[in-house]
Each structure stands twice: as C-alpha cells, then as structure tokens.
C-alpha cells in the first residue's frame, strides 16, 4: 500500500504561482512513477504531468507545458508540482497518483494509489 497526501492547494490571482507537494509513505516510493492529474467540476479528470521512476524522465500535457514542472525527491518521498503563470482555466481539484506497473502513464485508470486531492482556484 501507498498512502499520498497532497497541500499546497489555494487560491491565486492569474498569472500567480504555487506549488503542489504529495507526500508520500508505505512501500518504496522511488519505485513508481508519479503523476498528477486534474479534474474541475463537470469534467472528466485529466492528465497533467508524470515523471518516471527509473530515470526521472518528465511528460505533461500541452495545456501546462512551459508552465507547469514536475519534480520528486526520492530522499524525502515528496512529488512536487510548480504551477507558473497561473490561468482561470487551471481551476479544479488537484490530485496526485502512484503507478508501479507503467514507465510514465498518462491514462489515470492505469493508476494505482490516489490522494484526496487540493483545491487550486484561480482567479481572473
């Protein structure tokens, strides 16, 4: 088992930052690749970046991608999430996933272990 807790979540103005850390505990972290996906209410949960287990390799979608960055500490069992150039449309509850079976997945049913998620709310 793989237990996540992310914070970091609040509300920004557009064009703020912040960043998303998940804490993670329970088997060993540096053995999964780690995403974060995202879902604003009505829509289906989407993907928003990953970073590999073995060699720290990063994918994010075209949405977030020069604004977003993905990184992890193995050391502290820690995934961030640095969220640049904030816009409205970044608004929606934040999760952050585990995967053990996949190089770096980008389908969230591929995911095993899930957070409770954090609230971003930007603001125009």
């Known amino acids: 088992q793989v237990q996540l807790v992310e914070s970091g979540g609040g509300l920004v103005q557009a064009g703020g930052s912040l960043r998303l850390s998940c804490a993670a505990s329970g088997r060993t972290f540096s053995w999964y690749a780690m995403g974060w996906f995202r879902q604003a209410p009505g829509k289906e949960r989407e993907f928003v970046a990953v970073?590999?287990?073995?060699?720290?390799?990063?994918s994010y979608a075209s949405s977030v991608k020069g604004r977003f960055t993905i990184s992890r500490d193995n050391a502290k069992n820690t995934v961030y999430l640095q969220m640049n150039s904030l816009k409205p449309e970044d608004t929606a509850v934040y999760y952050c996933s585990a995967d053990r079976d996949h190089y770096d997945p980008r389908d969230w049913r591929l995911y095993d272990y899930w957070g409770q998620g954090t609230q971003v709310t930007v603001s125009s």
């Open positions: 970073i590999s287990w073995s060699d720290g390799k990063t």
